[in-house]
């Protein structure tokens, strides 16, 4: 077993990508806002003034798994990005898929959902408790999660949460405190992304506080 910064590296192949120290393999994007991120005691913290900004983590990544607990302080919209990329649009400041959770109350489109940023996908690809598939031609094919799906009442308001984000593939999803969130399978060759960076987002808007810890890693390509 490998312990560092707070976190538990077991045999499961997962290893901590944050040291619980500092911000060391990650880079804040824009730069000038590097003051939205602190770390104490274990906790990353992002703070924004009104403005948002983007913590990528170093070296892009195809198939993973990743954990981590996040705590909102305040109300508040953040997520993670999935196979990010970076200069692509001039939207967004990060193009891809977006693993996508806020306080609680704030709606099925963002708790839960998953988006895509960037390309002209229609923003949010799937809504809290569904699963899409994302065919070849474009055309969108839902269903609802039927099983251990994820509802508000599951998420503690200002509490740590655990969230657990798998994609292999075409196929990812991601749960919070073990309930499914919602699933996309996109098989859309011409527009999907088959690898980029991760990154934890603090979106634009009122001012807000978000925590995290224990962030882990499992690499598959």
């Not at 509802?151 to 599951?154: D, I, K, L, M, R």
């Not at 749960?175 to 969130?181: A, D, E, F």
């Not at 934890?200 to 506080?209: A, N, S, V």
């Given at each position: 077993?490998?312990?560092t910064?707070g976190?538990?590296?077991?045999?499961d192949?997962?290893?901590?990508?944050?040291?619980?120290k500092?911000?060391?393999g990650?880079k804040v994007?824009?730069?000038?806002?590097?003051?939205h991120?602190?770390?104490r005691?274990?906790?990353l913290?992002?703070?924004?003034?009104?403005?948002g900004?983007?913590?990528?983590?170093?070296g892009e990544l195809g198939?993973?798994e990743l954990?981590?607990?996040?705590?909102?302080r305040?109300?508040?919209?953040?997520?993670?990005?999935?196979?990010?990329?970076?200069?692509?649009?001039?939207?967004?400041?990060v193009?891809?898929y977006?693993?996508?959770?806020?306080?609680?109350?704030?709606g099925p489109?963002?708790?839960g959902?998953w988006?895509f940023h960037?390309?002209?996908r229609?923003?949010c690809l799937?809504?809290?408790?569904?699963e899409?598939t994302?065919?070849?031609?474009?055309k969108?094919?839902?269903?609802?999660?039927?099983?251990?799906a994820l509802?508000?009442?599951?998420v503690n308001?200002?509490?740590?949460?655990?969230?657990?984000v798998?994609?292999?593939g075409?196929v990812?999803?991601f749960?919070?405190?073990?309930?499914?969130?919602s699933?996309?399978?996109?098989e859309?060759?011409?527009?999907?992304?088959d690898?980029?960076?991760i990154g934890?987002?603090?979106?634009?808007?009122?001012?807000?506080?978000i925590e995290?810890?224990k962030?882990l890693?499992?690499r598959?390509?």
């Open positions: 077993l490998l312990v910064g976190t538990l590296a077991a045999a192949g997962f290893q901590p990508i944050f040291d619980g500092s911000l060391k990650w994007i824009p730069a000038a806002k590097r003051g991120w602190s770390v005691k274990g906790i913290k992002g703070q924004t003034d009104g403005k900004s983007d913590l990528m983590l170093e198939d993973f954990k981590l607990e996040y705590r909102l305040t109300n508040g919209n953040s997520g993670i990005h999935v196979r990010g990329l970076l200069g692509v649009s001039k939207t967004h400041t193009t891809g977006h693993a996508d959770f806020g306080h609680v109350g704030i489109k963002v708790l959902a988006d960037g390309y002209p229609g923003d799937t809504t809290r408790g569904v899409v994302i065919q070849e031609d474009g969108k094919v839902f269903s609802d999660i039927v099983k251990n509802e508000p009442s599951h308001k200002r509490g740590w949460n655990r969230v657990h798998i994609v292999k075409h990812m999803e749960t919070i405190n073990g309930k499914l969130c699933r996309v399978i996109d859309e060759k011409k527009k999907r992304i690898k980029g960076l934890l987002q603090l979106h634009g808007g009122p001012p807000m506080t995290f810890r962030i890693l499992k598959s390509r």
